[in-house]
């Protein structure tokens, strides 16, 4: 390999925040960044990864969790089926084995190299050169996906293709991952393969949703915890992440079936990349970014996603939305078969077991709220109190209290939706006005107030078992959130109650907020809907 080639293994790429209270070395503090080995290797003094763009952390620990259970020999069940006694094992040792970290790190070293030309660079196609247009790459601002590139708008700051500022190695890695996971569908640079040339990929894996992740007071247990159980007939030496395996992925077959967690959460790229660095292997100056099989896409599967079932059975995972909160979530994440609708969510199957780590455990939540193909809006990145050790499994008493809490917000914030839109409609006297600004300012209003609530009263249940439903009250609790949607809906409406028309169609409108039906047909007709039912109890 070229001297001064940087590889992932040794040179500062992930951002970390380190535990409070550290002993800093002589000669300057804990540095900001480090390589895979001492990260693995010092993740028990790792309070968490610090990466700042939430698809990038996203698809950095699912990169992680294939590393960790690579090097704590948690691959598949064992003879014995005693996985999770061996991650306990691990645990109680307090850090990931170094003898193993370091075995590990020999055995693969020469696929690490972030930059490895006439070599096999990363995570990277170095076929790529070969099978597309060398005058026509993708560049360094579309590679980085906070940049605008071509006709986009801006986000963060303001780039020109033609004079783009070169991103150091360790940011190009972490848009390498996000490319991976959250990579668009649609038109991309043409590749020709066995003399077929097409420009066409389909969304990466990630693309939309939503991931959730269990979080401890460190990296170690963080990444413990995320570690999901092999099944059992999964085969440790076959389920094998990209770098691993011996050949490149031929991209004219249909792609490699996956034979575990660890393949199945690093493996499923649609998208082929290459890096090209500069002169010093510091910073990346240019990229080509294609598709990486043609044709079929590789079926979703993933152990870190709330999973839904559509009206037409199909199977898909929430949606990242950036007006949502992440309380409204939670009973989802805590319950095997969550109350939640015709939608039929499914817990995340990382959550059946992370508690076995850790009751003391958060709840990340990393996504990117876009669409399918170009458009992208807002990273997200929530993270919730201890919520755990609430989990069915280990509280089955309490958590169906969360679900109708969950409700119960929910509820009232439907109702002032629907409210503050037909008092405008009434208003205007015209039943089409969707009401849409009064809307948004009595969402804005309501929301932060709803979760404050929520978190209140979600810290009053009772962790006994003692107490049936955790103490919860139903009547108080309708009566709280209740309010909250009266306060919101006045302040809204209260500019227009000044005349008569205005404090007619706001008092009529009103009503919404109690769930009941307008009494006449003219009012009916300015809002058409179904009934409402409250959680019950």
Known sequence: MPTGAYNLIHQPCVPVRWKPGLATPDAGGLPDLVGLRELLLRSHDIESLAVADAPAHAALLRILYALTAGVAG??????EGDWDQRRLDVLYAGRLPPIEVEAYFREFEN????FAPGGRPWMQDPRLPEQCDRANTAGVNKLIVTRPSGNNHSW????????????TASEAFLSLLVWHYHGPSGRCSSREVNGVKSASATAGPLRTALSY???????FETLLAGLVPPEDDVVGREDLCPWEQEDLPDPDHPPRQSRGPRSRHTARSQHALLLLPDEDSTHVRDAFITWAYRGERMPREDDYLIWQTSQQGNRYPRPADAGRALWRDLDALLLRHPPAGSAHPQQPRVFHTAVQVSENLRVRALGFDQEGQAKDTQFIDASTPVVLGYAEDNDPRTVPAVGRLRQFGELYGRRLDRAVKRAWAAYVRDAKADGAAWA????????PRAEAEFWARFRLLDRTGDVAD?????????????????VAYDAVTEPVTRTVRGAKAVSQARLDLYGTRPTTKAAASLSPRAKTKEPTG
């Open 74 to 79: 948690l691959t598949e069940q064992g003879p």
């Open 111 to 114: 696929r690490f190299f972030l």
């Open 156 to 167: 963060f700051r303001h780039d020109l293709d033609t004079a783009p500022v070169l991103p």
């Open 213 to 219: 992740h269990p979080e401890g007071t460190s990296l």
């Open 440 to 447: 948004a300012e009595a969402a804005a209003r309501y929301w």
């Open 470 to 486: 955790g103490g919860f009250d139903p009547a108080a609790t309708r009566r709280a959130f209740l309010r909250l949607a009266e």
